[in-house]
């Protein structure tokens, strides 16, 4: 059964992105950005990838599915790219959008419990992993499912913005299995479900 993969970014007081979904406040170090290129292609938009030195044919690594919220959708619609990933299997989750004029990206209406439970009982186009790619309450949504956590926490405080996880009180345990140190402080930790 393939697993659910929380990789996101967060500041030092747990906040994803900014009010306004802002994430260029990070301090990304050169390090780390090579190391995220080379260790989590996938990660990186299709529109990008050439300008973060990634070839177009380069495999996915971890991951050939993702799932996001309309708030991390959003973003690539301002800039004109209906399919940001599109080497990846993309599900939007969202009950206020009204459709998704792209094929390679699916909207999904419904509870993206159910989505991913049947995700997670698929193959997948490449036997990978499923991305959980954000935001806040989607992700408070579907921490049930959520597998595994992998947390790039950057040396910043954010103040306000958007939470790394949103909705009720629902204790959940975690424990820490590895960590990745940069050199302008950041880290990535990696945290299975306990």
């Not at 177009?56 to 619609?77: F, I, K, Q, S």
Request: charged share 25%; net charge negative.
């Amino acid at each position: 059964m393939r697993k659910l993969v929380y990789y996101v970014g967060v500041s030092l007081d747990g906040f994803i992105a900014g009010p306004g979904g802002e994430v260029d406040f990070y301090p990304l170090g050169d390090d780390m950005a090579e190391w995220i290129n080379a260790r989590y292609p996938e990660s990186v938009p299709t529109h990008i990838r050439p300008h973060a030195g990634i070839a177009p044919d380069v495999a996915n690594r971890h991951w050939d599915t993702l799932v996001m919220g309309r708030g991390t959708y959003e973003p690539a619609l301002a800039a004109g790219i209906t399919s940001p990933y599109t080497h990846l299997e993309q599900y939007v989750v969202s009950t206020t959008l009204d459709e998704i004029e792209d094929p390679a990206v699916e909207l999904v209406r419904t509870d993206p419990v159910e989505l991913v439970r049947r995700l997670k009982k698929e193959e997948g186009p490449q036997g990978k992993d499923i991305w959980l790619c954000g935001g806040g309450a989607l992700a408070g949504a579907l921490i049930e499912e959520i597998d595994q956590l992998v947390f790039k926490s950057y040396p910043v405080l954010a103040g306000t913005g958007v939470p790394v996880l949103g909705g009720t009180f629902r204790p959940t345990r975690f424990t820490p299995v590895r960590r990745q140190e940069f050199g302008n402080g950041a880290q990535v930790t990696w945290f299975d479900r306990v």
